[in-house]
């Protein structure tokens, strides 16, 4: 279902922007750490400090990186952010612990790697593994907001005046002409995405990191925009939400299957999609598979 024309969007690379985040924060850590002479290095050179501090931070950084993918495709805290930070510094930390342990040793030395200096350590590297993936998350998410809307003036200039009346009863930007049929897009989604999806209709919707993944019948591609944001533009009858991280059209459901006590839906053009316990029994009422 994945379209070439990811590459020619600005927002695909959700991973890649990520790791340049990341990396551009773990030096401006490691530049900081070095010019304080953090945890006793001030007696150092300043270029000994930065390049001390650049081997503890850097490696620490690229398996914050690996650790923060894993647990995001994992998605069992999507929506929980402090919660997803405290865990993926507790696993960057048992393995960078001892990395900055060896980098310690070889550029200042250690006399014995005791009980002591193992705990030491680790609650030091856990630490900055906290405050380091905070700022990660926070910086994330403060990327992932959408910019306010901006009115035009010449379209409002222009507009009849009969027009100024709002309609008491607004309808969803999406309307689906039956149960059975393929949703068409949101203009506000619509907009975001390649041309050649733009009149497509829709299957899914997948939240990856702070993007979401729209699934049509004409291929896929990533959007800047927060799960809730999307699901409030389509109709009800057009699907549902059924996992924290999809949402799935009902006209695109060709069964509902079990798979080791956990359901999951079978969509068009064979996407798998999750389907979380507490919508189990209602998509089943609901005839959906």
Not at 42 to 50: I, N, S, T, V
Not at 197 to 217: G, N, P, Q
Request: with cysteine; hydrophobic share 55%.
């Amino acid at each position: 279902m994945t379209s070439p024309a990811i590459d020619a969007s600005p927002n695909a690379h959700p991973l890649r922007q990520r790791a340049v985040r990341a990396l551009l924060i773990g030096l401006l850590a490691a530049a900081v750490l070095a010019v304080l002479g953090a945890l006793g290095t001030d007696q150092a050179p300043l270029p000994y400090r930065l390049m001390y501090w650049a081997a503890v931070i850097m490696p620490g950084s690229l398996l914050g990186i690996a650790v923060q993918t894993a647990v995001i495709a994992w998605g069992g805290l999507s929506g929980r952010r402090w919660a997803e930070v405290v865990l993926v510094a507790l696993l960057v930390s048992v393995p960078h612990t001892f990395l900055v342990i060896v980098a310690s040793a070889l550029f200042f030395g250690i006399d014995a790697i005791t009980l002591e200096v193992v705990i030491f350590f680790g609650l030091t590297v856990l630490m900055v593994a906290l405050v380091l993936t905070a700022i990660n998350s926070l910086a994330a998410a403060s990327s992932a907001m959408p910019p306010p809307p901006v009115a035009s003036f010449q379209s409002t200039a222009a507009a009849p005046a009969s027009t100024a009346i709002a309609d008491p009863q607004p309808k969803p930007e999406a309307e689906a002409e039956d149960a059975s049929a393929l949703p068409l897009l949101p203009d506000l989604i619509a907009e975001k995405l390649p041309i050649h999806l733009c009149s497509a209709s829709l299957i899914a919707i997948e939240a990856e990191d702070h993007y979401l993944r729209i699934h049509t019948d004409a291929g896929s591609d990533l959007v800047l925009m927060r799960m809730t944001d999307a699901c409030a533009l389509l109709p009800e009858t057009a699907g549902a939400r059924v996992h924290r991280s999809w949402w799935a059209a009902r006209g695109a459901t060709e069964a509902l299957n079990r798979q080791g006590g956990k359901f999951e839906l079978t969509l068009k053009g064979g996407l798998t999609v999750p389907v979380s316990r507490t919508m189990q029994t209602a998509l089943r009422e609901a005839g959906w598979g």
